[in-house]
């Protein structure tokens, strides 16, 4: 649809190590969303627990070996105790970026899920936003849409937030066909638990991230208080903290989601 000649590739990085893990390769193929390689000199796996690579199933991206532009430290680092905290903590020794991937064991590509933070576990079933996103995305009634998990005691549930397009609006028609969709493509385990029109717009932080951790922490302290205390406590008392607000490019968006009973229940 582009030209038959030009190499569109996707690539995944990060500004830390100012590299791709994984990226371009013009020698290969481009698959419709895969990013092409992984990248010479990374030791990429893909891993469900540690030191348990996998192929052809989502899990975490680590890198297992040095590679040439690891950093040696941060600025200002004492003890290198922010270095380690970053990208260490979770498996020792074995960089870990906390992105969500699927290595394709057919063309050796790579599907990036989303943030492994972000990851959705409704019923013990781990999955990315970014398997629900690849199908709203195809509706042409939706300009927008941002997915996740609400924690409730040791389960969660998962929350999808729309935004519609001009002259359209969030009707039980439209969450049905979604809902199907997403059944017959995924699983019934993908199926949100809400599907939920957003007015306020999806809330981006200023380098044009969707931002899920911090709508998941919100979503879920109102819950917890609403349970507790009721619904008019939690929206007395659960606040956004300015760290967050402050990488936001439209923090107002936030509140939307005080005024949404639904995730009170």
Same mark, same amino acid.
């Given at each position: ?118 990851? /959705? ?6 999955? @990315? ?6 199908? *709203?995305? +195809?509706?042409?009634?939706? =300009? ?77 302290? /109102? ?6 205390? @009721? ?6 008392? *659960?606040? +956004?903290?300015?760290?967050? =607000? ?20």
């Amino acid at each position: 649809h582009i030209k038959a000649d030009v190499c569109l590739s996707s690539i995944t990085g990060g500004t830390d190590i100012c590299s791709l893990f994984c990226g371009a390769n013009t020698a290969l193929p481009v698959y419709r969303g895969e990013v092409q390689t992984r990248g010479l000199g990374m030791a990429i796996e893909c891993w469900i627990d540690n030191e348990n690579p996998v192929i052809g199933e989502s899990g975490d991206m680590v890198c297992v070996k040095p590679f040439p532009c690891m950093p040696v430290f941060f600025w200002g680092d004492d003890g290198n105790k922010r270095y380690r905290s970053a990208y260490f903590d979770h498996y020792p020794r074995v960089w870990y970026h906390g992105d969500y991937m699927i290595i394709n064991n057919e063309t050796g590509g790579v599907h990036m899920l989303g943030r492994s933070d972000g990851t /959705l576990n409704p019923a013990g079933v781990r999955f @990315g936003s970014a398997e629900l996103y690849n199908i *709203v995305d +195809t509706y042409p009634e939706i =300009t927008d849409s941002l997915v996740v998990g609400q924690r409730q005691g040791v389960d969660e549930r998962v929350l999808m937030f729309l935004q519609m397009a001009d002259g359209h609006e969030l009707t039980a028609e439209i969450v049905k066909r979604i809902s199907m969709h997403i059944r017959g493509q995924l699983s019934p385990r993908h199926v949100p638990a809400l599907i939920l029109e957003v007015k306020g717009g999806i809330p981006y932080t200023v380098n044009g991230k969707k931002v899920e951790i911090a709508v998941k922490k919100l979503v879920s302290d /109102l819950y917890k208080v609403a349970q507790e205390s @009721g619904a008019d406590q939690a929206i007395k008392t *659960v606040k +956004t903290d300015e760290k967050t =607000t402050s990488t936001l490019a439209n923090p107002e968006s936030l509140l939307q989601f005080y005024a949404m009973p639904e995730l009170f229940k």
